[in-house]
């Protein structure tokens, strides 16, 4: 994800050309009309909304909260959408002619050669390409039928190795279609631990890219179960003759063979129960080797369902750029979540996102210029490094530039901190077009939603986005045990810090922890480990029960619940913050405990 942020915002960002928003007319503009507004400006009186509220639960003593606008906990999006096939199924019936899945049109490769006599890829991609709701509904049955016509066995796994495209997403749709499980692996995961997901799980047919075959070919005499490979055809690509050694003892195939096959021999589909494993996610961990995280259907779907109540209005208007990995729980749940929405998903990648990005060749558009979405996902090291590229060209420019900025800024952020109102009006306009409708061209021009996940996300960089960008961000608290979201900040809740109440398919439960000095009966407030409880708590850890009994404990009413070993903080309004982990606490000769995280460098 490096290139996003760095190399990207070269010379599209703060240009003045054709615009004269910097010249003279915009300062007199902007002369005038401060002190009008400044004039119109009076304090805003700050009435606390409660995100979440106090709820009794079973299970371990402790203080739980709930989402505090939907009393029950919401288990699917609509009656009869338990299972991640039904889902698909159903949301592709009901908007067979609308927009979904997008990919570019490779229309050349050239190669440029650097000063050192490296020579680096450059893409000439075209337009977005769409499929309907319909049309890829067809396609994941056929890839289904070629599934088992090809020699998959249906009580066995499949594994899908590969970058985050379309194919990936039919292909996992087409095995729900089958009840089969579908094991997911970070296409850049180290050979050691590729072998042992693989083999863990006794997977027989693996799904992956065309230039995963080399790697396959270098360990296939330690894969043991497999018997078939599917790959993808890199726009037209064929595999590398010089592997077929190495995987002569499987069955290959492209993906587009498949599902002819399966177009001509339709097999009735066998779909899944609620409670049914849909994935084993492997996560890379941060020693040995991964765990492997069994995610039930009826997770993702509570998840998707539950989340998609705290994004405002999403629908068949939106456009979602995907390009985090699909093997990541937080890009799984996100475009589930569209899905269930009915919206669109246009496919890109960190190194062609924008004009300057490095596999961008010059004078050809980076993918958020052609496909300007709406919603996307990022983690907190792209939008960190997207405020470092701002920031470093507005240095740069210098000058008028620079004071213009900085002053609009400083009058959005007072205004989005709550202490004016003019700058939510007619100053927000302002602004917007003359400082900040540049910079927002860097995503497209049309992001009105972000999510962010996967680590924390610091004050600063939220507020840089929620202004330059012009877009609230849905900071999401989760792990893959928990299907990616157990809270998540509000739209319009301007705090920083914070991870946001419960969602709505979860309840969120501190216990207390004496040892690490954290207690629920902390004031101001209550403190203590986070445990999930709910709907999107997954089922454990794959051929590891000793591991899962330990973080996951099931209540006398039922009710399963992860033990994080996070420890949060929850505000009166019912938001949790994050404060310590467990593991970062240690104890010292003389019996006091200290933070490794907290300790100075």
């Known amino acids: 994800m490096g290139d996003f942020a760095g190399s990207s915002f070269d010379s599209e960002l703060l240009t003045e050309k054709g615009s004269g928003i910097y010249g003279i007319v915009g300062a007199a503009i902007v002369a005038l009309l401060i002190p009008v507004l400044l004039s119109m400006m009076v304090a805003r009186k700050k009435k606390v909304k409660q995100r979440g509220v106090p709820v009794e639960v079973g299970g371990e003593p402790g203080y739980a909260i709930r989402n505090a606008q939907i009393p029950e906990l919401v288990e699917v999006p609509w009656k009869g959408a338990s299972t991640m096939a039904a889902l698909f199924e159903q949301s592709c019936k009901s908007h067979p002619q609308d927009r979904f899945l997008g990919k570019r049109k490779l229309l050349g490769k050239d190669f440029v050669t650097a000063s050192d006599g490296r020579k680096f890829e450059k893409l000439h991609l075209g337009d977005y390409e769409w499929q309907t709701y319909g049309e890829v509904f067809d396609r994941a049955c056929s890839f289904a039928s070629g599934l088992v016509n090809f020699g998959h066995n249906v009580d066995t796994r499949a594994a899908i190795l590969a970058e985050t495209c379309v194919e990936w997403f039919i292909a996992f749709q087409g095995c729900f279609r089958q009840s089969i499980t579908v094991v997911t692996i970070y296409s850049s995961l180290g050979e050691d631990a590729l072998i042992h997901s693989l083999n863990e799980t006794q997977v027989t047919t693996l799904i992956c890219d065309s230039k995963q075959l080399k790697k396959l070919s270098a360990v296939s005499?330690?894969?043991?179960?497999?018997?078939?490979?599917?790959?993808?055809?890199?726009?037209?690509?064929?595999?590398?003759?010089?592997?077929?050694?190495?995987?002569?003892?499987?069955?290959?195939?492209?993906?587009?063979?498949?599902?002819?096959?399966?177009?001509?021999?339709?097999?009735?589909?066998?779909?899944?129960?609620?409670?049914?494993?849909?994935?084993?996610?492997?996560?890379?961990?941060?020693?040995?080797?991964?765990?492997?995280?069994m995610i039930t259907h009826g997770n993702i779907v509570a998840?998707?369902?539950?989340?998609?109540?705290?994004?405002?209005?999403?629908?068949?208007?939106?456009?979602?750029?995907?390009?985090?990995?699909l093997a990541h729980v937080l890009e799984l749940a996100a475009e589930s979540i569209m899905l269930c929405a009915g919206c669109a998903i246009g496919y890109g990648s960190t190194l062609t996102m924008t004009d300057t990005s490095s596999k961008i060749k010059k004078g050809t558009k980076g993918d958020v210029s052609v496909l300007k979405p709406t919603l996307m996902a990022a983690v907190p090291a792209i939008f960190d490094r997207v405020r470092e590229g701002v920031v470093?060209?507005?240095?740069?420019?210098?000058?008028?530039?620079?004071?213009?900025?900085?002053?609009?800024?400083?009058?959005?952020?007072?205004?989005?901190?709550?202490?004016?109102?003019?700058?939510?009006?007619?100053?927000?306009?302002?602004?917007?077009?003359?400082?900040?409708?540049?910079?927002?061209?860097?995503?497209?021009?049309?992001?009105?939603?972000?999510?962010?996940?996967?680590a924390p996300l610091s004050a600063d960089s939220q507020r840089f986005i929620n202004i330059?960008?012009?877009?609230?961000?849905?900071?999401?608290?989760?792990?893959?045990?928990?299907?990616?979201?157990?809270?998540?900040?509000?739209?319009?809740?301007?705090?920083?810090?914070?991870?946001?109440?419960?969602?709505?398919?979860?309840?969120?439960?501190?216990?207390?922890?004496?040892?690490?000095?954290?207690?629920?009966?902390?004031?101001?407030?209550?403190?203590?480990?986070?445990?999930?409880?709910?709907?999107?708590?997954?089922?454990?850890?794959?051929?590891?029960?000793?591991?899962?009994?330990?973080?996951?404990?099931?209540?006398?009413?039922?009710?399963?619940?992860?033990?994080?070993?996070?420890?949060?903080?929850?505000?009166?309004?019912?938001?949790?913050?994050?404060?310590?982990?467990?593991?970062?606490?240690?104890k010292l000769q003389h019996g006091e405990y200290i933070s490794l995280g907290k300790v100075p460098s």
């Not at 097999?267 to 609620?274: E, F, G, K, N, T």
């Open 392 to 454: 470093k060209k507005v240095e740069e420019k210098g000058g008028l530039t620079k004071n213009l900025f900085n002053i609009g800024y400083k009058r959005r952020l007072a205004a989005v901190e709550g202490s004016w109102f003019g700058a939510w009006g007619l100053e927000r306009m302002l602004w917007d077009a003359i400082v900040f409708k540049s910079v927002r061209a860097v995503l497209g021009g049309r992001i009105r939603f972000m999510i962010c996940g996967g």
């Open 303 to 325: 998840t998707a369902a539950a989340i998609k109540t705290l994004i405002p209005n999403p629908g068949r208007s939106d456009v979602y750029l995907a390009y985090l990995p």
């Open 468 to 586: 330059c960008m012009g877009a609230p961000i849905g900071q999401a608290y989760g792990l893959t045990e928990t299907c990616a979201g157990s809270t998540f900040s509000e739209w319009d809740d301007p705090s920083v810090g914070r991870v946001g109440p419960p969602v709505p398919c979860c309840y969120i439960k501190l216990v207390s922890w004496d040892e690490g000095g954290y207690k629920t009966s902390d004031k101001p407030m209550p403190r203590g480990e986070i445990v999930v409880g709910g709907f999107n708590v997954t089922a454990g850890y794959f051929n590891n029960p000793g591991k899962t009994s330990e973080v996951y404990k099931v209540d006398e009413r039922g009710m399963c619940w992860f033990y994080t070993g996070d420890i949060g903080q929850v505000y009166p309004d019912g938001c949790l913050e994050i404060i310590d982990r467990k593991k970062d606490i240690v």
């Open 221 to 293: 005499s330690s894969l043991k179960t497999i018997k078939n490979v599917i790959y993808f055809e890199n726009d037209g690509s064929e595999k590398d003759s010089g592997v077929s050694g190495g995987i002569s003892n499987w069955t290959v195939s492209s993906f587009s063979e498949v599902e002819k096959l399966g177009k001509r021999s339709p097999v009735d589909p066998s779909l899944p129960s609620q409670n049914g494993v849909a994935v084993i996610m492997y996560t890379s961990g941060s020693t040995g080797l991964p765990k492997g995280v």
